[in-house]
């Protein structure tokens, strides 16, 4: 087993999470795996969890400082972050618009759906969330007694839920003010925001000011504090990396507790669990390769006419394949450079600048997954999110892929604070889990196509794209003359 790649690994841990489902679930053990197996699922949850904050926090801190002197962050800075924000906020749009269409989450049984919904709304009155909304089947007599059987919960306890509670968030409603979403992501206690998930934006937010103020102090005082940044930054990714080596264990816990509490000893839930996975998995994937095969290269076409179609990814296929093996755009990026540089012709001062920040901001594969998985999680759940919650997960998605690493599995990590902004259980990535791996592989396939598009654009627009003619039998990097 020491020779087996760890994707290798995770996905045989998959399988026999699945398998063990299947049996525990035939057999009339699903309470078995629910008390012995699944405490460890959710052991890996909390150690995400545990590293999610600080992850993010440390990540924007030195992405952001690392641009360099202030004066970077005039015209060419500007134009760089622009069009990453600009083809981010586009990729998690059409996330959006394919798992509206589509609704992979609603083509479950509704049977299913339903003793979903009861499960959510159980989880949102212990953990003291108002329900998206505004529906309570707990508190309707018809699906009082499976609720009975889903829950511990007695029947007094079900109709007791949280009545007061209501009343109180309607209460702060009506006090909220129209921009009081803009207040919300100022923090005035940042420790208070470190200790509550939920405020991932204030901490964002914080992290992004912390990391300007740093480019406008002197040099001497800010290299020991972006140092020490970079160097904690590194402490919490080996973090990712040991956790990621008991994955293929934990991923078989937590996909056999969560198929176990969902479909109990009906074998008939587990296949109706996999079959929306299919459907959200198919979503994905399509959304992923309109973005690398129609957005970026029509995005280029528009603002970079002398690069070609077939000359763009023949020329950035190198750097595409490690990406898909490595499923990681920061092992990728020393290849993207290459061939950005000696392929496409762009200036090495403008790849230096543009793709190492790419590496950390430009993560538009994972920030259309995170929307299209928090919908489809909530399609499954009977929750219809209104546009001004999906508009939330925009936000989110796109603040949260500015800090995430740019590593295997981070955007699972990521997915878990866009769950929180809404009010939905973080353990619910374990649904997804299975196909993580493979979509993964593509994600990063579409953040590393992204980089090369703007390391294009701003070349071109700062007159430093010399791309090799088709007939020049110049000697590129992985790419056959």
Not at 28 to 34: E, L, P, R, V
Not at 235 to 247: E, G, I, P, S, W
Request: include cysteine; charge should be neutral; aromatic fraction near 10%.
């Amino acid at each position: 087993m020491k020779n087996i790649a760890l994707h290798w690994k995770i996905i045989i841990g998959m399988i026999f999470g699945i398998l063990w489902a299947l049996l525990s679930s035939t057999l009339g053990w699903s309470a078995f795996t629910i008390n012995w197996i699944d405490p460890f699922g959710i052991i890996f949850i909390n150690l995400l969890k545990l590293i999610a904050v600080p992850l993010v926090l440390f990540s924007i801190i030195s992405g952001v400082a690392n641009i360099g002197d202030p004066a970077s962050l005039g015209r060419m800075g500007g134009k760089t972050l622009l069009i990453y924000l600009i083809t981010t906020v586009a990729a998690i749009s059409l996330g959006l618009v394919l798992v509206n269409t589509f609704k992979p989450g609603k083509l479950i049984d509704e049977q299913s759906r339903i003793d979903n919904r009861i499960s959510y709304e159980i989880w949102a009155s212990s953990q003291g969330y108002e329900l998206k909304d505004g529906i309570n089947y707990l508190q309707d007599p018809i699906f009082l007694q499976r609720a009975q059987k889903i829950s511990d919960l007695t029947k007094t306890e079900l109709k007791e839920v949280s009545l007061n509670d209501r009343l109180d968030v309607a209460k702060k409603r009506k006090e909220i003010t129209p921009l009081q979403p803009l207040v919300d992501i100022v923090p005035d206690n940042f420790f208070y925001s470190l200790s509550n998930n939920g405020l991932m934006l204030q901490i964002i937010f914080f992290a992004i000011f912390f990391g300007i103020c740093l480019l406008f102090i002197p040099n001497d005082k800010a290299k020991p504090v972006i140092k020490l940044v970079d160097s904690i930054m590194e402490v919490f990714l080996k973090m990712v990396d040991f956790v990621m080596q008991a994955a293929p264990f934990f991923v078989f816990a937590l996909l056999a507790g969560v198929v176990s509490k969902m479909a109990g000893d009906d074998i008939g839930k587990v296949v109706e669990i996999f079959k929306g996975l299919s459907w959200y998995s198919l979503t994905v994937l399509f959304g992923l390769l309109l973005m690398i095969f129609i957005i970026y290269p029509l995005i280029l076409k528009i603002f970079v006419k002398k690069i070609p179609y077939k000359g763009f990814f023949k020329a950035m296929s190198p750097a595409q394949a490690l990406a898909f093996s490595t499923s990681s755009s920061a092992a990728t990026l020393p290849v993207t450079m290459e061939c950005v540089e000696n392929n496409l012709g762009v200036d090495k001062k403008i790849a230096g600048f543009v793709l190492p920040i790419g590496a950390t901001v430009n993560m538009d594969g994972t920030s259309m997954y995170q929307a299209i998985a928090v919908i489809f999680l909530a399609q499954m759940h009977m929750i219809d999110l209104t546009l001004g919650q999906q508009l939330v997960v925009v936000a989110t998605a796109t603040l949260a892929s500015i800090g995430s690493a740019a590593v295997p599995s981070a955007g699972l990590v990521m997915l878990i604070i866009v769950l929180d902004s809404v009010g939905l259980n973080p353990a619910w990535i374990a649904i997804i889990f299975p196909v993580d791996r493979i979509l993964d592989m593509f994600r990063t396939v579409v953040n590393v196509t992204g980089d090369a598009t703007v390391s294009a654009i701003i070349a071109d627009g700062e007159s430093m794209l010399k791309y090799p003619k088709a007939n020049n039998p110049s000697k590129t990097f992985g790419v056959d003359s």
